[in-house]
């Protein structure tokens, strides 16, 4: 059973355009939501986090919006650059024991086209 | 400041062969130490945890196993490969609850 889910394996946006990664999460329990950016033969890094008492949290071009109501979570990039290319994980976790483990999705494959 | 370190980058083991994979911790003690697998189409699955020396905890049933001799050294084994095996494994630690930093990964190809 998938506890978070990235149904876009992949996604395409020209430079300067918003870029929108969705996520699904189905445990109740977490309450801690990050996102992970990959390149191809190195590990994640992590890019930005919100935690459930809050529905929008932003850093520079990057912003994480949350509906809890929805177990529903986005990233936006805007504007999106070249750079910006690679695969996004969603990751979440919740409280106590094992689940304060990160469970990831599968991830969704960035290309930003110049 | 923390780096995490994990070796080897890539590896190529025929079937049926052992493994050992290391990753190590500097910065920090008693971190909770992870092991992830990136495999095609099934994206970061977590292998084994560990909150301590000696702690293992595994989350999915496989050919593989985790020991922690030491407190930031994290060790993924097999005694024998299989082809499904093959992937990208990363080492991970975190303290703060939920953020994780992530080795730079081994890529294992069993041929």
């Known amino acids: 059973d998938q506890q978070v889910k990235q149904n876009s394996p992949s996604l395409s946006v020209q430079e300067g355009r918003i870029s929108i990664l969705n996520c699904d999460y189905t445990n109740s329990m977490f309450d801690y939501f990050l996102w992970y950016k990959k390149y191809p033969a190195e590990g994640p890094t992590f890019l930005i986090s919100i935690s459930s008492i809050k529905d929008k949290n932003e850093d520079g071009r990057f912003t994480v919006f949350l509906n809890k109501s929805a177990k529903h979570l986005s990233l936006h990039i805007v504007p999106s650059q070249p750079g910006d290319s690679a695969v996004y994980f969603c990751?979440?976790?919740?409280?106590?024991?094992?689940?304060?483990?990160?469970?990831f999705g599968k991830g969704t494959k960035l290309s930003v086209k110049p | 400041s923390q780096t995490i370190h994990q070796w080897p980058a890539t590896l190529v083991q025929p079937v049926g062969s052992p493994l050992s994979l290391e990753c190590t911790v500097e910065?920090?003690?008693?971190?909770?130490l992870y092991w992830y697998r990136q495999a095609a189409g099934r994206g970061l699955q977590l292998l084994f945890y560990?909150?301590?020396?000696?702690?293992i905890s595994s989350e999915v049933p496989q050919n593989l196993s985790a020991s922690r001799p030491q407190d930031r050294q994290f060790i993924l084994s097999s005694k024998k490969l299989l082809l499904s095996d093959s992937g990208f494994y990363l080492c991970?630690?975190?303290?703060?609850?939920?953020?994780?930093?992530f080795g730079q990964g081994t890529r294992l190809t069993v041929v």
């Open positions: 560990s909150v301590g020396i000696g702690q």
């Open positions: 910065g920090t003690s008693n971190p909770n």
């Open positions: 991970a630690w975190t303290q703060t609850r939920g953020l994780a930093f």
């Open positions: 990751a979440a976790s919740g409280y106590g024991g094992s689940q304060g483990n990160l469970i």
